[in-house]
């Protein structure tokens, strides 16, 4: 059976169990016994199919010292380590028994001994395992009888780690009245799944019931890995925190979870053979799986396989000319389709013509002229590819004409159109693999193209506007509005997109500022980077599209979601964030306005690091404030040193990284709260740090503690931040110590000082000022009647106080905070 888990975070995972035993569904006898003889027994009943219900009951309530066991058959546990047991039964109140009050009891017991095999039947009594005491919700009376009502009380325990193979059951009477009606026995899974092209295996939860299980996925068919895939197994059968994922082989696409392409052309033919050509034909693949947009032939003379010739065609014919004579070529054909290129051919080989000799003693004069005149052919390809390669008309260098002989020319309806080239054939030469396609690993400042046109058309794909639907605004951008809406491209289904649009009347600067982003964006390929789609730039509007992320913004989900996640779900969110960061430092590109509000999660919680801009980057961010220099820096989350000397590096990126742990961890709350930012500079340059958030991890909050090193090279590098969060992970044990109350405080202050040093005049006042006035009267009552008291305050004490709700608990805890904050900075020296 299993459960799809309700919840308003669209959270949708499977929840598998799977029955170890279900007495509702057992047809013959249940072999269960019991002792003695004439305490528990069975009560033949047969359901509307006649099937039997197997209810056991009990029902000694006037007899003193009553000790009946009912004792289950051999359970096996089929590996697992922790099973479940949901028990089903009636119970009467004893209140409505008259007589009968003084020996009735209202609870039973459970139990279980664990053995290898059917053998632990005979053991005693005394050797099985208290499971608990179970009690009923509620029990039945005279009058429920009467109206044949009989509430039904569903109880699960829990019992683990199990060591051996199976296990038996006991229930113990002590003389209560009960109907057994029955017994549901499992363990949980966590099912199999295909996530980021990688296959994770039926797994078996863990023994502990807090425990994570490291699950490393499989990659499907014609995928490899890209960073090795791994998820998380919670005890409740829940599949959390992916890590990693597979790509497609080189001509596969990502299709449904799969890498589909077409298959490889299986029968190639020769046509006319020259002296210097070769004409080939052949046969569309067996199994095309879509339209063939073009075919790849490949060839290269025998022995000669590091420098190759690719032609593409549109036919299924082709001749390859400019051939040595008398040689032979080996040829390879692929196609291509939508779902990108599938296999190669087996190697198919023939000789172009010999040239003949006209007579003995002139034999050696045709090859001489031959090999002249091919060596002079192949010098001219040879320089003629170099002076394609490096002398440019509009000097936009190496790249530009990498992109002429990579991208083929073909224009389709709803697709991308990449740069012209001959309509129907292109040949592209290669020599040892000089010619590199993809696999561009460092990140390209657009600002090094002279027109940042051809930038964005290096890396992003024009879409036609025809592929959009717009279907509403979800926001505002600095350039216009921000829309969602569905992409579908030719070959492709269609897909949920973000669409960020620039507002009619731009000017030159704002167009190339805006395309800008999708320049830097589609340089990146990564689980947690906001993915492009592509750009439209030939018509109006111009847009960027990305990928749709169904909770926007972090910042303000995590607000809207406060407090409804578990650590691990956090800690997940965090570990996707500094992955994305990894990557992008990795490449070389310093991202400058790191925040929470940058960040945008979808709706299996996954977070992309988005937000990339050129010179506008600090500009659209309504955090930025203009520095004493010029600068526009989003202070709160910015290191020191590049507040102070414009010093952004992967190491100032850490220390935004650290603000965004304590936003997540904090649920989204207002780093420095309500400081200026001159004082958030003052009390950070003079070594205060922000506190940890309520409940949040010792460990989590000393990361956060290294990533504030003033000292940039202390800091932690972005590999060693994921390294550390997936050992947490791994282990989530460690992540129940918590920063205890009373240091959270002092972590920020460095010197502790009475609070109430004026702001306000009294207690009331204060608890007024932040609508907590309803616990004036518990404060007064318990000591806390001035500021100066109320200072030593810790959440232990606020609890003990029967100030309960979390909201109210964080209301008051931060308010004295900021309070502190404030007086700490009232002493900093100007
Ligand atoms: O918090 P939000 O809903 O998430 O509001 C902002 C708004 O657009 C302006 O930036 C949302 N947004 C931006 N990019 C995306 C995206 N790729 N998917 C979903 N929402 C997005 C953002």
Redesign the pocket.
């Known amino acids: 059976m299993f459960v799809i888990r309700p919840s308003s975070l669209t959270v949708f995972f499977l929840l598998f169990s799977v029955n170890l035993l279900d007495s509702r569904t057992v047809m013959g006898d249940l072999g269960w016994i019991a002792y003695p003889k004439n305490g528990w027994e069975e009560i033949g009943e047969v359901d509307e199919n006649y099937a039997p219900i197997h209810t056991y009951q009990v029902c000694k309530v006037m007899e003193q010292n009553q000790n009946n066991w009912l004792l289950t058959s051999w359970i096996s546990n089929e590996g697992a380590s922790r099973i479940f047991i949901e028990l089903k039964f009636t119970l009467r109140d004893c209140n409505s028994l008259p007589g009968g009050l003084g020996t009735c009891k209202e609870t039973f017991n459970m139990y279980y001994f664990e053995s290898d095999d059917e053998d632990g039947r005979n053991i005693k009594e005394n050797q099985y395992i208290k499971i608990d005491t179970i009690a009923a919700d509620e029990s039945f009376t005279e009058l429920d009888l009467g109206d044949r009502v009989m509430k039904l009380n569903t109880e699960v325990r829990d019992v683990g780690p199990l060591t051996k193979k199976g296990f038996y059951l006991a229930f113990q009477d002590v003389g209560a009245c009960i109907a057994l009606v029955s017994v549901r026995v499992y363990y949980k899974k966590c099912p199999s799944v295909i996530r980021n092209l990688a296959r994770f295996p039926d797994t078996i939860t863990g023994a502990d019931s807090s425990q994570l299980l490291e699950v490393s996925g499989v990659c499907v068919n014609h995928s490899v890995t890209d960073e090795a895939p791994k998820m998380h197994c919670s005890a409740e059968g829940e599949w959390l925190v992916p890590i990693g994922k597979c790509l497609c082989k080189a001509g596969y696409e990502e299709k449904n979870n799969t890498c589909q392409a077409p298959s490889p052309v299986s029968s190639v033919k020769k046509g006319k053979i020259t002296k210097n050509s070769i004409s080939l034909s052949w046969q569309e693949p067996d199994r095309p799986n879509g339209i063939i947009l073009e075919y790849e032939i490949k060839y290269f003379e025998k022995d000669q396989e590091m420098s190759y010739t690719i032609i593409k065609s549109k036919e299924t014919t082709i001749t390859a000319d400019g051939l040595k004579p008398g040689s032979a070529y080996v040829f390879q054909i692929r196609a291509r389709t939508a779902a990108g290129y599938g296999g190669f051919s087996r190697r198919f080989e023939f000789e172009t013509s010999p040239v003949l000799a006209a007579s003995s003693d002139q034999s050696q004069i045709p090859i001489i002229v031959v090999s002249v005149t091919v060596g002079v052919i192949l010098l001219a390809v040879v320089i003629g590819f170099l002076l394609s390669g490096s002398c440019c008309d509009h000097g936009c260098g190496w790249a530009s004409s990498l992109r002429a002989v990579a991208y083929p020319s073909l224009t389709w309806r709803c697709g991308y159109s990449k740069a012209k080239q001959d309509p129907e054939e292109e040949k592209m030469h290669f020599h040892n693999g000089h010619i590199k396609l993809p696999g561009v690993r460092t990140y390209i400042d657009p600002h090094t193209y002279e027109d940042p046109n051809q930038a964005v058309h290096e890396f992003a794909k024009e879409i036609e506007a025809s592929c959009i639907t717009i279907e509403r605004v979800?926001?505002?951008?600095e350039f216009g509005e921000?829309c969602?809406g569905r992409l579908k491209l030719q070959g492709k289904r269609e897909l949920p997109?973000?669409i960020?649009t620039l507002k009619v009347g731009y000017t030159e600067k704002q167009r190339r500022d805006f395309l800008g982003e999708a320049s830097i964006m589609g340089q990146f390929d990564h689980p947690n980077i906001?993915h492009l789609e592509g750009v439209v730039t030939k018509s109006k509007p111009v847009m960027i599209v990305?990928?749709?992320?169904?909770?926007?913004?972090l910042?303000?989900?995590l607000k809207k979601n406060d407090g409804q996640f578990t650590v691990i779900q956090l800690v997940g969110m965090l570990r996707g964030i500094a992955s994305g960061m990894k990557y992008l430092s990795d490449m070389g590109y310093v991202h400058r306005d790191l925040a929470a509000?940058n960040i945008?999660i979808?709706s299996n919680l996954v977070c992309k690091v988005?937000d990339f801009g050129l010179s506008r980057v600090l500009e659209d961010d309504p955090e930025a404030a203009y520095t004493t220099r010029g600068g526009k820096i989003p202070i709160r989350w910015t290191a020191p040193e590049a507040i102070a000397f414009r010093k952004f590096t992967s190491a100032s990126d850490v220390w935004s990284y650290g603000i965004v742990m304590w936003e997540v961890m904090s649920y989204g709350e207002r780093p420095y709260w309500e400081m200026t930012n001159q004082d958030v500079i003052k009390a950070v340059e003079e070594g205060y740090r922000l506190p940890s958030p309520m409940d949040c991890p010792a460990a989590l909050y000393q990361l956060m503690l290294d990533c504030w090193q003033k000292d940039r090279n202390s800091r932690p590098k972005f590999d060693e931040i994921v390294s550390m969060l997936d050992k947490l992970i791994r282990n989530p044990s460690s992540l129940k110590t918590l920063v205890n109350a009373s240091s959270r405080v002092s972590n920020l202050l460095v010197e502790h000082s009475p609070v109430g040093s004026g702001a306000y005049r009294s207690v009331g006042e204060w608890l007024e000022a932040i609508k907590m006035g309803r616990y004036t009267e518990i404060f007064m009552e318990n000591g806390y009647s001035s500021m100066d008291a109320v200072a030593q305050v810790t959440l232990e004490d606020l609890r003990r106080l029967g100030v309960t709700l979390v909201g109210h608990q964080k209301k008051i805890m931060n308010s004295l905070q900021e309070m502190k904050v404030q007086l700490v900075n009232g002493m900093v020296p100007l």
Do not use: H, P, Q
């Not at 979800?474 to 951008?477: H, L, M, P, S, T």
């Not at 990305?546 to 913004?553: D, K, L, V």
């Open positions: 979800i926001g505002a951008g921000v969602s997109v973000a960020k906001i990305t990928e749709y992320m169904e909770n926007g913004s910042d303000t989900f509000r945008l979808n988005s």
